[in-house]
T-cell receptor, first 113, second 108 residues
Framework: DAGVTQSPTHLIKTRGQQVTLRCSPISGHKSVSWYQQVLGQGPQFIFQYYEKEERGRGNFPDRFSARQFPNYSSELNVNALLLGDSALYLC????????????FGPGTRLTVT | GQNIDQPTEMTATEGAIVQINCTYQTSGFNGLFWYQQHAGEAPTFLSYNVLDGLEEKGRFSSFLSRSKGYSYLLLKELQMKDSASYLCALEGYQKVTFGTGTKLQVIP
């Protein structure tokens, strides 16, 4: 079975631009969470989506938004990129929003110049 | 809010036992995770503790004491491949809060 997949693997953007990151959960998983991981730090929670609805939000500005599609895949959008947005963006899927076991994808490495 | 503290780095010898501690302050949580993350890779799930006590899973064991705000991950019979970062995280209020992680280096 395929694990969590994310695209693209790497991305380079300029300050002020917008970016869309994509995530496909494990088949049968209905919950997707997004995390930002800056080098040398632990992942920081951004959003959780379950059944296409936002179920949790971390302390990130409104420049960050996300959505989940009927097939449970998800997109993370970041507007007006800042240098500090450079990080590894991780997607994790779980069976539902009550399941504690999350499976992480390989991540998207975003570099903002 | 939640605050999680872990040692930044640890070094241990191949074949030995190492204990990685995690202390936390929180107004409440459902459970505590431990994840392993090799450099450049995504975190992988190791354990999830809800109740106080020790849970053993092969070479890895995890302990939780809610009253003391304390957890540890115990790695036995260390192998070189265990060199990685180990992340402690609290799950609750529909989000997961990670610590900064402990980078473990296993030496021959």
């Amino acid at each position: 079975d395929a694990g969590v997949t994310q695209s693209p693997t790497h991305l380079i953007k300029t300050r002020g631009q917008q970016v869309t990151l994509r995530c496909s959960p494990i088949s049968g998983h209905k919950s997707v969470s997004w995390y930002q991981q800056v080098l040398g730090q632990g992942p920081q929670f951004i959003f959780q989506y379950y059944e296409k609805e936002e179920r949790g939000r971390g302390n990130f500005p409104d420049r960050f938004s996300a959505r989940q599609f009927p097939n449970y895949s998800s997109e993370l959008n970041v507007n007006a990129l800042l240098l500090g947005d450079s990080a590894l963006y991780l997607c994790a899927s779980s069976v539902d929003n009550l399941s504690y076991e999350q499976y992480f994808g390989p991540g998207t490495r975003l570099t903002v110049t | 809010g939640q605050n999680i503290d872990q040692p930044t780095e640890m070094t241990a010898t191949e074949g030995a036992i190492v204990q990685i501690n995690c202390t936390y302050q929180t107004s409440g949580f459902n459970g505590l995770f431990w994840y392993q993350q090799h450099a450049g890779e995504a975190p992988t799930f190791l354990s999830y503790n809800v109740l106080d006590g020790l849970e053993e899973k092969g070479r890895f064991s995890s302990f939780l004491s809610r009253s003391k705000g304390y957890s540890y991950l115990l790695l036995k019979e260390l192998q070189m491949k265990d060199s990685a970062s180990y992340l402690c995280a609290l799950e609750g209020y529909q989000k997961v809060t990670f610590g900064t992680g402990t980078k473990l280096q296993v030496i021959p």
